[in-house]
Protein backbone atom coordinates (compact mmCIF):
# COMPACT_ATOMS: atom_id res chain seq x y z
CA UNK A 1 0.00 0.00 0.00
CA UNK A 2 1.32 3.46 -1.10
CA UNK A 3 3.00 5.75 1.65
CA UNK A 4 1.15 8.65 2.81
CA UNK A 5 2.78 12.18 1.94
CA UNK A 6 3.20 13.87 5.32
CA UNK A 7 2.07 17.47 4.85
CA UNK A 8 5.47 18.55 6.14
CA UNK A 9 6.84 17.48 2.55
CA UNK A 10 3.62 17.61 0.89
CA UNK A 11 3.74 21.28 0.03
CA UNK A 12 7.14 21.00 -1.40
CA UNK A 13 8.71 19.81 -4.70
CA UNK A 14 9.70 16.79 -2.27
CA UNK A 15 6.48 15.43 -2.26
CA UNK A 16 7.05 14.45 -6.06
CA UNK A 17 9.56 12.07 -4.62
CA UNK A 18 7.19 10.46 -2.12
CA UNK A 19 4.86 9.25 -5.15
CA UNK A 20 7.08 7.39 -6.98
CA UNK A 21 6.39 4.40 -4.90
CA UNK A 22 2.44 5.32 -5.26
CA UNK A 23 2.11 4.11 -9.05
CA UNK A 24 -1.52 2.94 -9.96
CA UNK A 25 -1.96 -0.54 -9.63
CA UNK A 26 -5.14 -0.94 -11.81
CA UNK A 27 -4.88 -3.34 -14.72
CA UNK A 28 -3.24 -2.48 -17.25
CA UNK A 29 -4.77 -2.93 -20.85
CA UNK A 30 -3.14 -5.03 -23.94
CA UNK A 31 -0.79 -2.16 -25.67
CA UNK A 32 -2.25 -3.06 -29.06
CA UNK A 33 -5.34 -0.65 -27.54
CA UNK A 34 -3.08 1.90 -26.23
CA UNK A 35 -2.80 5.68 -28.72
CA UNK A 36 -0.26 5.43 -30.27
CA UNK A 37 0.82 9.40 -29.95
CA UNK A 38 -0.06 11.80 -26.55
CA UNK A 39 -0.74 15.54 -27.01
CA UNK A 40 0.18 17.21 -24.54
CA UNK A 41 -0.41 20.69 -23.85
CA UNK A 42 1.67 23.31 -21.51
CA UNK A 43 0.95 26.83 -21.56
CA UNK A 44 3.50 30.20 -20.58
CA UNK A 45 5.02 30.49 -17.50
CA UNK A 46 7.03 29.33 -14.32
CA UNK A 47 4.15 27.36 -13.24
CA UNK A 48 4.46 24.83 -15.99
CA UNK A 49 7.78 23.64 -15.84
CA UNK A 50 7.02 20.51 -14.67
CA UNK A 51 5.90 20.13 -18.29
CA UNK A 52 8.71 21.92 -19.41
CA UNK A 53 10.74 19.15 -17.63
CA UNK A 54 9.06 16.51 -19.02
CA UNK A 55 9.28 17.23 -22.44
CA UNK A 56 12.75 18.49 -22.30
CA UNK A 57 13.99 15.50 -20.50
CA UNK A 58 11.51 13.15 -22.37
CA UNK A 59 10.49 11.78 -19.39
CA UNK A 60 6.83 10.66 -21.00
CA UNK A 61 8.71 8.89 -23.28
CA UNK A 62 10.99 6.83 -20.71
CA UNK A 63 7.90 6.00 -18.80
CA UNK A 64 6.26 4.70 -21.78
CA UNK A 65 9.02 2.52 -22.58
CA UNK A 66 9.24 1.23 -19.00
CA UNK A 67 5.39 0.28 -19.24
CA UNK A 68 5.41 -1.56 -22.20
CA UNK A 69 4.78 1.16 -25.11
CA UNK A 70 8.13 1.98 -26.18
CA UNK A 71 6.53 2.67 -29.98
CA UNK A 72 4.46 5.81 -28.62
CA UNK A 73 5.12 8.96 -29.42
CA UNK A 74 4.79 12.24 -27.31
CA UNK A 75 4.00 15.56 -29.12
CA UNK A 76 3.54 18.47 -27.32
CA UNK A 77 0.90 21.49 -28.41
CA UNK A 78 0.63 24.99 -26.61
CA UNK A 79 -2.96 26.57 -25.19
CA UNK A 80 -3.09 30.23 -23.75
CA UNK A 81 -5.42 29.75 -21.84
CA UNK A 82 -8.22 27.78 -19.67
CA UNK A 83 -11.38 28.66 -22.05
CA UNK A 84 -8.77 27.18 -25.22
CA UNK A 85 -7.25 24.49 -23.11
CA UNK A 86 -10.78 22.82 -22.69
CA UNK A 87 -11.93 23.12 -25.96
CA UNK A 88 -8.78 21.22 -27.17
CA UNK A 89 -9.38 18.66 -24.57
CA UNK A 90 -13.53 18.10 -25.05
CA UNK A 91 -12.80 18.34 -28.82
CA UNK A 92 -10.24 15.35 -28.89
CA UNK A 93 -7.79 17.59 -30.34
CA UNK A 94 -5.49 17.11 -27.09
CA UNK A 95 -5.32 13.95 -24.45
CA UNK A 96 -3.69 16.01 -21.80
CA UNK A 97 -4.01 20.08 -20.91
CA UNK A 98 -2.68 22.36 -18.06
CA UNK A 99 -4.69 25.24 -16.75
CA UNK A 100 -5.64 27.00 -13.56
CA UNK A 101 -8.26 25.55 -10.94
CA UNK A 102 -11.09 27.42 -12.11
CA UNK A 103 -11.17 25.85 -15.75
CA UNK A 104 -10.09 22.39 -14.12
CA UNK A 105 -13.36 22.34 -11.74
CA UNK A 106 -15.28 24.33 -14.79
CA UNK A 107 -14.31 20.97 -17.26
CA UNK A 108 -15.40 18.82 -14.15
CA UNK A 109 -18.37 20.19 -13.65
CA UNK A 110 -19.60 20.59 -17.26
CA UNK A 111 -18.43 16.49 -18.19
CA UNK A 112 -19.22 15.24 -15.23
CA UNK A 113 -21.01 12.00 -16.44
CA UNK A 114 -19.75 12.12 -19.93
CA UNK A 115 -16.36 12.67 -20.32
CA UNK A 116 -15.75 12.79 -16.89
CA UNK A 117 -12.49 15.31 -16.63
CA UNK A 118 -10.05 15.15 -13.87
CA UNK A 119 -6.76 16.51 -12.66
CA UNK A 120 -4.15 14.05 -13.41
CA UNK A 121 -1.60 16.09 -10.44
CA UNK A 122 -0.63 19.93 -9.89
CA UNK A 123 2.53 22.02 -11.21
CA UNK A 124 2.45 24.43 -8.05
CA UNK A 125 1.24 26.64 -5.18
CA UNK A 126 1.69 29.74 -6.58
CA UNK A 127 0.28 33.73 -4.63
CA UNK A 128 -1.29 35.32 -8.20
CA UNK A 129 -0.96 38.90 -7.95
CA UNK A 130 -3.17 41.67 -9.34
CA UNK A 131 -0.85 44.12 -10.45
CA UNK A 132 -1.59 47.53 -11.43
CA UNK A 133 -0.31 50.75 -13.24
CA UNK A 134 -2.50 53.39 -11.59
CA UNK A 135 -1.05 55.14 -8.68
CA UNK A 136 -4.37 55.65 -7.94
CA UNK A 137 -5.20 52.31 -7.08
CA UNK A 138 -4.57 50.95 -4.08
CA UNK A 139 -7.45 48.88 -3.14
CA UNK A 140 -9.92 46.99 -5.21
CA UNK A 141 -12.28 49.48 -4.30
CA UNK A 142 -10.17 52.16 -6.25
CA UNK A 143 -10.73 50.93 -9.68
CA UNK A 144 -12.91 52.91 -11.65
CA UNK A 145 -14.70 52.66 -15.19
CA UNK A 146 -12.11 53.92 -16.44
CA UNK A 147 -9.58 51.22 -15.57
CA UNK A 148 -9.57 47.81 -17.30
CA UNK A 149 -7.95 44.37 -16.17
CA UNK A 150 -6.55 41.72 -18.28
CA UNK A 151 -6.75 37.65 -16.94
CA UNK A 152 -5.89 34.82 -19.68
CA UNK A 153 -9.43 34.50 -19.27
CA UNK A 154 -12.88 35.82 -17.89
CA UNK A 155 -15.15 34.35 -15.87
CA UNK A 156 -13.73 30.84 -16.15
CA UNK A 157 -10.03 31.46 -15.31
CA UNK A 158 -8.45 30.99 -12.31
CA UNK A 159 -7.49 34.67 -12.02
CA UNK A 160 -11.37 35.62 -13.40
CA UNK A 161 -12.82 33.18 -9.91
CA UNK A 162 -9.79 34.76 -7.51
CA UNK A 163 -10.91 38.41 -8.47
CA UNK A 164 -14.52 37.52 -7.99
CA UNK A 165 -13.39 35.98 -4.34
CA UNK A 166 -11.20 39.16 -3.63
CA UNK A 167 -14.49 41.36 -4.28
CA UNK A 168 -17.15 39.27 -1.75
CA UNK A 169 -14.07 39.63 0.26
CA UNK A 170 -13.34 43.02 -0.09
CA UNK A 171 -16.82 44.62 -0.76
CA UNK A 172 -19.35 41.84 1.21
CA UNK A 173 -21.30 38.84 0.13
CA UNK A 174 -22.89 39.35 -3.25
CA UNK A 175 -20.36 41.71 -4.64
CA UNK A 176 -18.62 38.85 -6.30
CA UNK A 177 -19.03 40.53 -9.49
CA UNK A 178 -18.59 44.04 -8.67
CA UNK A 179 -15.08 44.23 -10.73
CA UNK A 180 -16.20 42.01 -14.02
CA UNK A 181 -17.27 44.81 -16.24
CA UNK A 182 -13.80 45.56 -16.00
CA UNK A 183 -11.98 42.26 -17.14
CA UNK A 184 -10.86 41.60 -20.63
CA UNK A 185 -9.40 38.06 -21.74
CA UNK A 186 -5.81 38.60 -22.90
CA UNK A 187 -2.86 36.61 -22.50
CA UNK A 188 0.04 36.44 -20.67
CA UNK A 189 2.97 38.45 -22.42
CA UNK A 190 0.49 40.43 -24.55
CA UNK A 191 -1.38 41.86 -21.30
CA UNK A 192 2.08 42.16 -19.66
CA UNK A 193 3.38 44.35 -23.13
CA UNK A 194 -0.05 46.66 -23.24
CA UNK A 195 0.21 47.59 -19.54
CA UNK A 196 3.41 48.55 -19.47
CA UNK A 197 3.47 50.54 -22.24
CA UNK A 198 1.37 52.94 -20.34
CA UNK A 199 -0.99 53.40 -23.73
CA UNK A 200 -3.46 51.23 -23.40
CA UNK A 201 -6.14 50.74 -21.43
CA UNK A 202 -5.13 47.91 -19.42
CA UNK A 203 -3.82 49.47 -15.95
CA UNK A 204 -4.32 46.39 -14.07
CA UNK A 205 -3.48 42.22 -14.84
CA UNK A 206 -4.32 39.72 -12.70
CA UNK A 207 -1.20 37.51 -13.67
CA UNK A 208 1.52 34.76 -12.15
CA UNK A 209 4.80 34.13 -12.53
CA UNK A 210 6.99 35.04 -14.31
CA UNK A 211 5.09 38.24 -15.68
CA UNK A 212 4.02 39.27 -12.16
CA UNK A 213 7.20 39.86 -10.85
CA UNK A 214 8.91 41.30 -14.24
CA UNK A 215 6.31 43.59 -13.90
CA UNK A 216 6.70 44.54 -10.31
CA UNK A 217 10.54 45.52 -11.76
CA UNK A 218 8.84 48.28 -13.06
CA UNK A 219 8.90 51.23 -10.28
CA UNK A 220 5.13 52.74 -12.03
CA UNK A 221 4.01 49.10 -10.93
CA UNK A 222 2.48 48.11 -7.84
CA UNK A 223 0.57 45.16 -6.53
CA UNK A 224 -3.28 45.24 -5.46
CA UNK A 225 -4.26 41.76 -4.26
CA UNK A 226 -2.50 38.58 -3.83
CA UNK A 227 -4.09 35.20 -4.43
CA UNK A 228 -2.59 34.13 -1.20
CA UNK A 229 -4.25 36.65 0.88
CA UNK A 230 -7.23 35.64 -0.63
CA UNK A 231 -7.84 32.04 -0.12
CA UNK A 232 -5.94 32.61 3.54
CA UNK A 233 -2.87 30.17 2.74
CA UNK A 234 -1.28 28.58 -0.46
CA UNK A 235 -3.27 27.35 -3.11
CA UNK A 236 -3.09 25.25 -6.25
CA UNK A 237 -2.59 27.34 -9.65
CA UNK A 238 -2.20 25.02 -12.42
CA UNK A 239 -2.76 21.66 -13.09
CA UNK A 240 -2.41 18.55 -15.58
CA UNK A 241 -6.05 17.16 -16.70
CA UNK A 242 -7.40 14.53 -18.75
CA UNK A 243 -10.52 13.01 -19.48
CA UNK A 244 -11.90 9.42 -17.86
CA UNK A 245 -11.85 7.88 -20.98
CA UNK A 246 -8.14 8.86 -22.12
CA UNK A 247 -7.47 7.15 -18.57
CA UNK A 248 -9.38 4.46 -18.68
CA UNK A 249 -8.79 3.50 -22.96
CA UNK A 250 -5.42 3.56 -21.91
CA UNK A 251 -4.12 2.87 -18.91
CA UNK A 252 -0.40 2.53 -19.67
CA UNK A 253 0.09 6.09 -21.37
CA UNK A 254 -1.98 7.56 -19.00
CA UNK A 255 0.51 5.78 -16.21
CA UNK A 256 3.33 6.81 -17.93
CA UNK A 257 2.30 10.83 -18.10
CA UNK A 258 1.62 10.13 -14.50
CA UNK A 259 4.82 9.30 -13.22
CA UNK A 260 6.41 11.25 -15.74
CA UNK A 261 5.04 14.39 -13.72
CA UNK A 262 6.17 13.15 -10.35
CA UNK A 263 9.78 12.29 -11.95
CA UNK A 264 9.60 16.27 -13.38
CA UNK A 265 8.64 17.52 -9.79
CA UNK A 266 11.02 15.70 -8.27
CA UNK A 267 14.53 16.38 -10.49
CA UNK A 268 12.91 20.47 -9.76
CA UNK A 269 13.52 19.80 -6.80
CA UNK A 270 16.85 18.20 -6.05
CA UNK A 271 18.25 19.99 -9.49
CA UNK A 272 16.90 23.91 -9.27
CA UNK A 273 19.58 25.27 -11.53
CA UNK A 274 19.16 22.46 -14.54
CA UNK A 275 15.60 23.02 -13.98
CA UNK A 276 16.10 26.70 -14.28
CA UNK A 277 18.02 26.11 -17.64
CA UNK A 278 15.61 24.34 -19.26
CA UNK A 279 12.87 26.47 -18.25
CA UNK A 280 14.97 29.16 -20.38
CA UNK A 281 15.75 26.89 -23.18
CA UNK A 282 11.56 25.20 -23.34
CA UNK A 283 9.89 29.05 -23.24
CA UNK A 284 12.85 30.76 -24.91
CA UNK A 285 13.04 33.38 -22.26
CA UNK A 286 15.64 36.29 -22.22
CA UNK A 287 15.42 36.39 -17.77
CA UNK A 288 18.92 36.37 -16.30
CA UNK A 289 18.67 32.87 -14.48
CA UNK A 290 19.29 34.65 -10.90
CA UNK A 291 15.78 36.20 -11.34
CA UNK A 292 14.58 33.05 -12.29
CA UNK A 293 15.74 31.75 -8.56
CA UNK A 294 14.47 34.67 -7.17
CA UNK A 295 11.72 33.65 -8.01
CA UNK A 296 11.40 30.15 -7.41
CA UNK A 297 12.96 30.69 -3.95
CA UNK A 298 9.67 33.02 -3.15
CA UNK A 299 7.25 31.56 -0.83
CA UNK A 300 5.14 32.81 -3.44
CA UNK A 301 5.78 30.09 -5.96
CA UNK A 302 6.44 26.40 -5.26
CA UNK A 303 6.21 23.21 -7.48
CA UNK A 304 4.07 20.54 -5.96
CA UNK A 305 1.70 17.70 -7.14
CA UNK A 306 -0.07 18.43 -3.93
CA UNK A 307 -3.99 19.93 -4.61
CA UNK A 308 -3.51 22.97 -2.28
CA UNK A 309 -6.76 25.10 -0.90
CA UNK A 310 -8.61 23.85 -4.23
CA UNK A 311 -11.71 23.22 -2.45
CA UNK A 312 -12.56 26.46 -1.35
CA UNK A 313 -12.36 27.59 -5.01
CA UNK A 314 -14.79 24.59 -5.58
CA UNK A 315 -17.48 25.99 -2.93
CA UNK A 316 -16.97 29.38 -3.87
CA UNK A 317 -17.68 28.11 -7.47
CA UNK A 318 -20.89 26.28 -6.51
CA UNK A 319 -22.15 29.19 -4.14
CA UNK A 320 -22.10 31.95 -6.61
CA UNK A 321 -23.41 29.38 -9.65
CA UNK A 322 -20.47 28.97 -11.68
CA UNK A 323 -20.67 24.82 -10.82
CA UNK A 324 -23.90 23.12 -10.69
CA UNK A 325 -21.92 20.49 -8.72
CA UNK A 326 -20.59 20.50 -5.08
CA UNK A 327 -17.88 18.02 -4.86
CA UNK A 328 -17.26 16.36 -1.55
CA UNK A 329 -14.16 16.89 -1.57
CA UNK A 330 -10.92 17.94 -3.96
CA UNK A 331 -10.50 13.97 -4.73
CA UNK A 332 -13.61 13.57 -6.92
CA UNK A 333 -11.94 15.97 -9.33
CA UNK A 334 -8.39 14.48 -9.55
CA UNK A 335 -7.91 11.04 -10.09
CA UNK A 336 -6.91 8.08 -7.24
CA UNK A 337 -3.42 8.17 -8.88
CA UNK A 338 -2.73 11.41 -6.91
CA UNK A 339 -5.06 10.67 -3.62
CA UNK A 340 -1.97 9.33 -1.44
CA UNK A 341 -1.03 12.70 -0.76
CA UNK A 342 -2.63 15.64 1.85
CA UNK A 343 -4.54 17.77 -0.72
CA UNK A 344 -7.60 20.11 0.36
Not at 29 to 52: C, D, R, S, W
Request: with cysteine; hydrophobic share 40%; glycine share 8%.
Amino acid sequence: MATRVSRRHAVTGAAAAGLIGAAPRYALAQAKTEVGEIVIAPQFGLAYLPLHVMKNLKLTEKHLAKNGLPNSKVNWGQTTGGAAANEALISGNMHVVSGGVGPLLTVWDKTKGNADVKGIGCFDATALYLNTINPAVKTLKDFTDKDRIAMPAVKISIQAVSLKMACEKEFGPGQQDRLDHLTVSMSHPDATAAMLSGKSEITGHFTSPPFQFQQLEDPRVHRVVSSFETLGGPATFNSAFTTSKFRSDNPKSYKSVFDALVEAHDFIHKNRGDAIKIYIEEEKSKLAPAFIEKMMASPDLKHTIVPLNTMKYATFMHKTGSLKNLPASWKDYYFPEVHDVQGS
